[in-house]
T-cell receptor, first 115, second 116 residues
């Protein structure tokens, strides 16, 4: 079965500093990886995805993610954090088991950006 | 705004009752997915429909059922509700169906169900 792991429940970073939210994956076959963000009392918003090609994926709101096959990682990054980036971040992997197209999510990482 | 709509936003009901959650996908999307988000289980896939037919099933209880109608909206029916069914229920949609699909799932704002 496909799975992702987010090893950190919470990440704290000062505004203006670079941020990294970690994700590792375990898949059979090609990995299709996604990052979503959830703000309080809101739905999940799509940030970016890796399907194939360039290992550095650029997404919404200045976020990017680096796909590393040898380390089976897909870490989310941003060069300069904003207080408004504070939210819950989910890594996900597409799982086509059974012919469907479900997403299997990690446990989430709470990002807190402080002034 | 993802373009996926869900109603109602909040639902408070009692144990043993039955509720229906409704989802309208983005224009042009044929697949609808249902997910449950709870504190103890995290985000879990429940079921997927594609163009009216069930495509994949996850950890969905037998007390729960879903369907997708000809206009592509979907409903999730939860019956014999228990306290543990209290959760945030998300609907998502995407263009395609499965195996070879790499398209993105866009999520609605969710329905928060509270069972008292």
């Amino acid at each position: 079965a496909q799975s992702v792991a987010q090893p950190e429940d919470q990440v704290n970073v000062a505004e203006g500093n670079p941020l990294t939210v970690k994700c590792t994956y375990s898949v059979s076959g090609n990995p299709y990886l996604f990052w979503y963000v959830q703000y309080p009392n809101r739905g999940l918003q799509f940030l970016l995805k890796y399907i194939t090609g360039d290992n550095l994926v650029k997404g919404s709101y200045g976020f990017e993610a680096e796909f590393n096959k040898s380390q089976t990682s897909f870490h989310l990054k941003k060069p300069s954090a904003l207080v408004s980036d504070s939210a819950l971040y989910f890594c996900a992997v597409r799982d086509g088991t059974g012919g469907g197209n479900k997403l299997t999510f990690g446990t989430g990482t709470q990002l807190k950006v402080e002034l | 705004d993802s373009g996926v709509t869900q109603t109602p936003k909040h639902l408070i009901t009692a144990t043993g009752q039955r509720v229906t959650l409704r989802c309208s996908p983005r224009s042009g999307d044929l697949s609808v997915y249902w997910y449950q988000q709870s504190l103890d289980q995290g985000l879990q896939f429940l079921i997927q429909y594609y163009n009216g037919e069930e495509r994949a099933k996850g950890n969905i209880l037998e007390r729960f059922s879903a369907q997708q109608f000809p206009d592509l909206h979907s409903e999730l029916n939860l019956s014999s509700l228990e306290l543990g069914d209290s959760a945030l229920y998300f609907c998502a949609s995407s263009v395609a169906a499965g195996i070879s699909s790499t398209d993105t799932q866009y999520f609605g704002p969710g329905t928060r169900l509270t069972v008292l």
